[in-house]
């Protein structure tokens, strides 16, 4: 078994897709993460739903608890229905880090190492510098788990 | 809105669950993740699914593409169907780190910070020393986007 077997079509968003649109995606079409596609349609990030999310939350409150809990209900409210104004771009890790993409050819194996590694429960598949789909992590699952 | 307001039941396994049981429920049930609990019944660890799935991956392949890469199609297909003789215990990480756990009157912007620094894609939810059950990413981005 190899990613090409394993492989389904997958949406792609680019990098001016707004963050409404992009968890709108998500949202609707059940969704793990995203993949985010540059102008040759080639994959240039993989972004995991948590992350849309983090445009959601004002910067002090990403990283402490107590400055989260003090905005009360109504503004917490807001703050997640007002993902409108922002893009994909800004929802992307500043720092570079290893992306789950595989060629067709990757086992299954390769593929577990991979989202393990990257905690992505998606991995782009390309073959001839042309994006394929994904590998989700349930496709992955499903084949492993069955009699 | 609240976490008491979109949490729902949520499957929980214990330490000793075998990780081939914990993957059938992930692929059955369509999980996430899950919560593994304590003999009170209370949660004790969150386990992405991205997780589970590097119980299958053996240790010299976990960091290493190149070393995945010459196991070849038969054994890597045999390494992900190997996964019942070992415990949900097995595939905790071993650091203490942040849990993905709140109480029912966390607002929407405490659960959405929670997600994102953890990068879990569920919050279990206690409440009054209770295990309720779990917010999920989708929940929360169903709500967030909803009209």
């Given at each position: 078994?190899?990613?090409?077997?394993?492989?389904?079509?997958?949406?792609?968003?680019?990098?001016?897709?707004?963050?409404?649109?992009?968890?709108?995606?998500?949202?609707?079409?059940?969704?793990?993460?995203?993949?985010?596609?540059?102008?040759?349609g080639l994959p240039s990030s993989i972004l995991p739903g948590t992350q849309v999310l983090r445009l959601a939350v004002p910067d002090y409150c990403q990283e402490d608890p107590a400055l989260a809990r003090v905005v009360d209900e109504p503004h917490a409210d807001l703050f997640l229905r007002s993902l409108s104004g922002r893009t994909v771009r800004e929802a992307l890790p500043r720092e570079p880090r290893e992306l789950p993409i595989s060629d067709s050819d990757a086992t299954v194996l390769e593929l577990a190492?991979?989202?393990?590694?990257?905690?992505?429960?998606?991995?782009?598949?390309?073959?001839e510098g042309r994006l394929l789909g994904a590998v989700t992590l349930q496709a992955l699952l499903d084949w492993a788990v069955a009699a």
């Open positions: 078994m190899r990613a090409r077997d394993l492989v389904t079509d997958f949406p792609t968003v680019a990098l001016d897709t707004s963050v409404y649109e992009a968890a709108r995606l998500l949202s609707t079409q059940r969704l793990p993460g995203l993949i985010v596609v540059d102008e040759r190492a991979l989202m393990a590694r990257t905690r992505s429960p998606l991995v782009a598949v390309v073959q």
